[in-house]
């Protein structure tokens, strides 16, 4: 299915620096809100107002097109939340078919989804009475079903918390049929509460620190053997792996299991199942930076050789495609994703512009704020090239000149095929009178010069707005935080745009 969704054309606007700028369709809104969306505070938006901003935007939207959004965010750009409000809203707006039930069963991966989803939707449906939780919308429960028969023991009772909704809770209102009489064993010890303990860290960790122990070296000695025990168990998920570096090193675990975590970091095969986005390995990478031990540099190449690893068939361009990479370090992207999370919008655009240089020969990467300054890094290490972009941002200011990229560009008449700007797309010029779209003036000048060069901005924040208009003048526009945002570039060079690329996904 295709939707002709960018033939409406876009309208002027103001973005919220009161600059020119092109107001995006509901369609391709949506999407650049929904892949940036961690329903926390941004530097110009609450967290609850981009929910009531998607939910508007949903009123707008196809459904059809909602519901594979929804599939898209949890299987393209791995995130949680936001597929299951998509799912939620979406039962609340659409009925009469299977719809909302196979994007409810495709979007929960998680045993612990079944609970979350049904957490946002007693919020969302208002519910705040007693039996919160009676008039389930029947595809909802279909799709919880579908969900409900896909995990084992071990995957229920890992999640299986006293939260304020539980699994047997779930489980009650749900009703799901088993498919055998194993599964409905399952069933009824869940009913009954009597899940086995789960082998976790968690666990292991927790019980550990349960006993009482007569010295620190002891207690020091246990933490030791409980990790190594994890280690050797081979049920240490990925996850857990890199959030935990810091502790194995500091407990002392020995050489060879340290070995061991270096070989499963850096398994290629560990790293696709992992479906890790890129800044999750930034940060255990700035865990360990001030780890005072003498394998915490092997550490850190593990991670610098799984990041590799995980971008190793990257889409959208060849190794022969001149590019030009410019990082927005402008003070609006110096805010955190998220409320628990160190990283910053800032340090997404330069991961995935460091990823792109690592598979380039032929880059101009730099940042830009007050002043546009090409950085020159060797382009191996993606880690520590973003460490050492970090440690320069104030060398540029903190504005959003973007337009003086394009205007250095022109100056020496360099070519490129492709230019790419990581950025909120907060553009302004602190030379230019508001009107005066300085963007849209540099870019025209530079296609006269070199009619085939693209530009693409990877929008990091989904505010709404774009610099310029896109899919006009070869200007295309890319949202979201995974390495597989350049699928989508990949796509429009075939001749699709983002949004056709999202709806050609099979439900």
Same mark, same amino acid.
């Given at each position: 299915m295709k939707f002709n969704f960018l033939k409406r054309g876009t309208q002027l606007t103001t973005n919220h620096e009161g600059y020119t700028a092109y107001k995006l369709t509901p369609e391709m809104e949506l999407y650049t809100s929904v892949v940036t969306a961690s329903l926390s505070d941004q530097?110009?938006?609450?967290?609850?107002? &981009?929910?009531? @901003?998607?939910?508007?935007?949903m009123d707008k939207t196809d459904p059809a097109f909602i519901a594979k959004l929804a599939v898209y965010a949890r299987e393209k750009m791995y995130m949680r939340s936001i597929p299951m409000v998509l799912a939620v809203e979406l039962a609340k707006k659409h009925s009469g078919d +299977?719809?909302?039930?196979?994007?409810?069963? @495709?979007? #929960?991966?998680?045993?612990?989804?079944? +609970?979350?989803?049904?957490?946002?939707?007693?919020?969302?449906?208002? @519910?705040?009475? +007693?039996?919160?939780?009676?008039?389930?919308?029947?595809?909802?429960?279909?799709?919880?079903?579908t969900a409900f028969n896909r995990f084992d023991e071990y995957q229920f009772a890992k999640y299986d918390r006293k939260t304020a909704i539980t699994l047997r809770d779930a489980l009650f209102l749900v009703h799901p049929k088993a498919k055998d009489e194993a599964q409905q064993e399952l069933f009824n010890k869940i009913a009954k509460q009597e899940l086995a303990t789960p082998y976790t860290w968690e666990t292991q960790l927790s019980a550990a620190g349960q006993v009482k122990y007569a010295t620190e070296e002891e207690k020091k000695k246990a933490f030791r053997g409980t990790w190594e025990a994890l280690i050797d168990s081979q049920d240490l998920g990925y996850m857990a792996m890199m959030r935990n570096l810091r502790n194995m090193l500091e407990a002392e675990i020995s050489k060879e299991h340290i070995k061991d975590v270096c070989d499963l970091l850096s398994s290629p095969e560990a790293v696709r199942k992992s479906k890790q986005l890129p800044f999750r390995f930034l940060a255990a990478y700035r865990e360990l930076r001030e780890v005072r031990h003498g394998m915490t540099g092997k550490v850190m190449e593990a991670l610098e050789a799984a990041l590799h690893?995980?971008?190793?068939?990257?889409?959208?361009?060849?190794?022969?495609?001149?590019?030009?990479?410019?990082?927005? #370090?402008? *003070?609006?992207?110096?805010?955190?994703?998220?409320?628990?999370?160190?990283?910053?919008?800032?340090?997404? *655009?330069?991961?995935?512009?460091?990823?792109?240089?690592?598979?380039?020969?032929?880059?101009?990467?730099?940042?830009?704020?007050?002043?546009?300054? =090409?950085?020159?890094?060797?382009?191996?290490?993606?880690?520590?090239?973003?460490?050492?972009?970090?440690?320069?941002?104030?060398?540029?200011?903190?504005?959003?000149?973007?337009?003086? =990229?394009?205007?250095?560009?022109? &100056?020496?008449?360099?070519?490129?095929?492709?230019?790419?700007?990581?950025?909120?797309? $907060?553009?302004?010029?602190? &030379?230019?009178? $508001?009107?005066?779209?300085?963007?849209? $003036?540099?870019?025209?000048?530079?296609?006269?010069?070199?009619?085939?060069?693209?530009?693409?901005?990877?929008?990091?924040?989904?505010?709404?707005?774009?610099?310029?208009?896109?899919?006009?003048?070869? =200007?295309?526009?890319?949202?979201?935080?995974?390495?597989?945002?350049?699928? #989508?570039?990949?796509?429009?060079? &075939? *001749?699709?745009?983002?949004?056709?690329?999202?709806?050609?996904?099979?439900?």
């Open positions: 530097f110009y938006e609450k967290g609850a107002e &981009k929910l009531n @901003r998607i939910r508007g935007l +299977t719809l909302v039930s196979q994007t409810v069963g @495709r979007v #929960v991966q998680r045993a612990d989804e079944i +609970t979350e989803l049904l957490a946002y939707y007693t919020m969302a449906n208002e @519910r705040k009475e +007693t039996k919160k939780l009676h008039k389930l919308s029947k595809q909802v429960q279909k799709g919880l079903t690893a995980s971008i190793a068939n990257l889409k959208g361009f060849n190794a022969n495609t001149k590019v030009v990479i410019a990082c927005d #370090v402008s *003070g609006s992207m110096q805010k955190s994703v998220s409320a628990k999370s160190k990283i910053l919008s800032y340090d997404i *655009g330069l991961m995935l512009g460091m990823m792109l240089q690592s598979k380039c020969d032929n880059v101009l990467s730099g940042m830009f704020g007050d002043t546009w300054k =090409v950085v020159n890094l060797p382009g191996k290490n993606i880690l520590a090239n973003v460490d050492a972009f970090y440690k320069r941002e104030g060398e540029v200011g903190y504005s959003t000149n973007a337009h003086l =990229v394009l205007a250095d560009l022109v &100056k020496r008449k360099y070519p490129a095929d492709k230019i790419m700007y990581f950025t909120d797309c $907060q553009m302004w010029s602190t &030379k230019h009178n $508001q009107h005066i779209n300085a963007m849209k $003036q540099a870019w025209t000048a530079y296609k006269q010069l070199f009619p085939a060069a693209k530009l693409y901005l990877f929008d990091l924040a989904g505010l709404g707005q774009a610099p310029l208009s896109i899919e006009e003048n070869d =200007v295309h526009l890319i949202s979201g935080w995974s390495d597989k945002v350049f699928e #989508v570039m990949e796509a429009i060079d &075939k *001749g699709q745009d983002a949004l056709e690329h999202i709806s050609a996904i099979q439900l």
